[in-house]
């Protein structure tokens, strides 16, 4: 058992187990550590640019 909240990949819900119920693998939901010379921020920019076009968002 781990200290901080984890997130199932097979499912989506949150435990704080290291495996879900479902059997699922559960992976920390903790986000990156900020950095003002972020070497990959164009990158998930350009993704998330691509999910809002496919929701109608853009």
Same mark, same amino acid.
């Given at each position: 058992?781990?200290?901080? %909240?984890? #997130?199932? /990949? ?6 704080? /187990? =290291? /495996? ?9 939901? %903790? ?5 003002? =010379? ?10 998330? #640019? =691509?999910?809002?076009?496919? =929701?109608?968002?853009?």
């Amino acid at each position: 058992m781990t200290n901080h %909240i984890l #997130k199932c /990949n097979d499912c989506g819900n949150y435990t704080m /187990n =290291e /495996n879900c119920r479902c059997g699922g693998k559960a992976v920390t939901v %903790i986000p990156v550590k900020y950095s003002p =010379e972020d070497k990959y921020g164009r990158f998930r920019r350009d993704v998330k #640019k =691509e999910q809002l076009k496919k =929701e109608g968002l853009v």
